[in-house]
């Protein structure tokens, strides 16, 4: 198939302050974008979120966390009644494809694109041919990989494949409560990590989110043993430690809105915990998954306050991060 589109390029500034020429978007951006809604952080309450390549092959999710900023972002569109998760929809492949080629003809240098920022990346998995199939099959040869985000557990054709040069896959876990409670719809975080243990051991590369950690009562002990759970059976090449984040419009059209009372702190992208909790709750979780001896350790769209703090107490540089998504 002809590649078509045009590759569009912006000058931006990075968190290290440095100035670069990134791709920002593949024609219209619809298929291919540069996510770059976080600018550089100038006061404590900007966030921090390094910029990083979308496919936008689909958009919604099977499950209905209570907190899904899905929700916010497609509030415009048609819902499931009982409980306003944001059905799946598919975007033509065809468009896909020539997004991808143009992309592969201009892109020489290594990327990872982000399939998981507006879908689950494994709700695909039983289409014909399945997602997975079809875009890797479009980047094999190539210096790129796709980047596989979720919280399914249908990983059968990741096993049955060696994608391993174009493939990573990351999975969304909390603890087995907050799970309970507000991920009801989702396969338990245990299954998750099941699901991970697979694809690692097949060589795969695995990343982990662990986020929004969530304070309920005991929370310390309950993510104590997520974190055990997780490296009992597999070493991620990296974690990304997330809170919770609460934007407006997210607000405003949850249906659960239990989790909203954690939220007492303003941001720049949206309502968070105190402060002081989550300081907590990431100390708590860097000195453990340190005890593991991993060291890529990322922190999702936090302040850039909290930032300067972990630098200090951990030598965690924001300037340098590497987190989930890039």
């Not at 409980?83 to 033509?92: A, E, G, N, S, T």
């Not at 396969?187 to 795969?204: K, L, S």
């Not at 304070?215 to 991620?236: A, C, G, H, R």
Request: aromatic residues 12%.
């Amino acid at each position: 198939m002809r590649a078509t589109g045009k590759a569009m390029y912006r000058t931006y500034k990075l968190l290290d302050g440095s100035r670069k020429k990134l791709l920002s978007r593949i024609g219209s951006g619809q298929i291919i974008r540069l996510f770059d809604k976080t600018p550089y952080p100038k006061s404590d309450t900007d966030i921090v979120c390094p910029h990083f390549l979308e496919l936008k092959w689909a958009y919604g999710c099977p499950y209905s966390c209570s907190w899904c900023y899905l929700m916010g972002t497609f509030r415009f569109r048609a819902w499931k009644r009982q409980d306003r998760r944001v059905l799946p929809q598919f975007k033509d492949r065809k468009k896909v494809e020539r997004a991808v080629r143009t992309f592969i003809d201009c892109g020489k240098h290594p990327s990872v694109l982000n399939t998981g920022e507006l879908a689950d990346s494994l709700v695909g998995e039983n289409q014909k041919p399945p997602f997975s199939e079809f875009i890797i099959k479009l980047f094999q040869g190539t210096p790129h990989k796709v980047l596989f985000l979720s919280k399914g557990t249908y990983v059968k054709h990741f096993l049955e494949n060696d994608w391993q040069d174009n493939s990573i896959l990351s999975w969304s876990i909390n603890s087995v409560e907050v799970a309970r409670r507000f991920e009801k719809s989702a396969p338990t975080p245990i299954d998750r990590i099941e699901a991970a243990r697979q694809v690692y051991e097949h060589g795969y590369e695995v990343r982990i989110r662990l986020d929004p950690i969530v304070p309920i009562e005991n929370w310390q002990t309950e993510y104590k043993v997520i974190i055990d759970s997780i490296f009992d059976v597999l070493k991620p090449e990296r974690i990304t430690l997330g809170t919770l984040r609460g934007l407006p419009a997210t607000l405003a059209v949850a249906v659960d809105k239990e989790w909203i009372r954690y939220l007492t702190e303003k941001s720049s992208w949206g309502r968070k915990p105190a402060f002081d909790i989550r300081l907590e709750m990431y100390s708590l979780a860097i000195q453990q998954i340190r005890e593991y001896g991993l060291k890529k350790i990322g922190v999702c769209k936090d302040t850039r306050q909290i930032h300067a703090v972990l630098k200090k107490q951990y030598g965690m540089d924001y300037h340098s991060m590497e987190c989930n998504c890039g």
